[in-house]
């Protein structure tokens, strides 16, 4: 149990500092052998976080192997909702707060910190007390539809700046449709200021 502890702890500060390890004892240990090379290990795939089983294995001078039930916890503090959040809002720091728990119980990307959640849309509508995660998150708008925007069209050796209508809400990085003054409607791309870049 203590090879097998001592392996745990070594894994697991790949995912966190702080761990807190329990592990079950064998149900029967009368059919191993003395051994003086003990080395622990994880069935192929797993990793030391969560519930687990840790095997233990004996390299000399008899070879036989165990397998323990092992629950590997890491306390510490995670992003959760305050309240009922609809899918498109943008997150201020009075929606969201830090609740205490288990990490090792929650999805890997769930955040640990408000600062990466502030200014970030909702995908979709979320619960109060729900933690956010990663993938629940997308870039904040930097076009609006209706805005009118500022297009710079960039080519070999020139750049012309012109403006239109957006058709539709995009990110920094995101296509958005543009209506020119001309009535032509041209795709571009969302920048961080709020403009739009066309490249040819």
């Avoid at 203590?2 to 029967?28: G, W």
């Avoid at 960039?154 to 920094?172: E, H, M």
Wanted: aromatic residues 4%; contains cysteine; neutral net charge.
């Amino acid at each position: 149990m203590q090879v097998a502890r001592d392996f745990l702890q070594r894994e697991a500060r790949r995912f966190a500092e702080h761990v807190e390890i329990s592990i079950h004892p064998p149900e029967d240990t009368a059919r191993l052998s003395d051994c003086s090379d003990l080395e622990a290990f994880l069935p192929p795939g797993k990793r030391a976080w969560g519930r687990l089983l840790v095997g233990v294995r004996c390299r000399w001078p008899v070879e036989w192997s165990v397998f323990l039930q092992a629950r590997v916890m890491a306390p510490g503090d995670y992003v959760a909702t305050r309240r009922s959040l609809r899918a498109g809002q943008t997150l201020s720091a009075e929606d969201i707060e830090l609740r205490q728990g288990d990490l090792a119980d929650l999805p890997d990307d769930t955040l640990i910190d408000t600062a990466l959640a502030i200014g970030q849309r909702l995908r979709h509508t979320v619960t109060p007390g729900q933690p956010i995660r990663q993938d629940m998150l997308q870039p904040p708008l930097a076009i609006r539809q209706g805005e009118t925007v500022r297009i710079i069209v960039r080519g070999a050796g020139f750049q012309v700046i012109s403006s239109g209508v957006a058709l539709n809400d995009a990110a920094a990085g995101e296509r958005v449709r543009l209506r020119m003054e001309s009535g032509k409607t041209v795709q571009a791309t969302a920048t961080p200021d709020g403009r739009a870049a066309l490249g040819f």
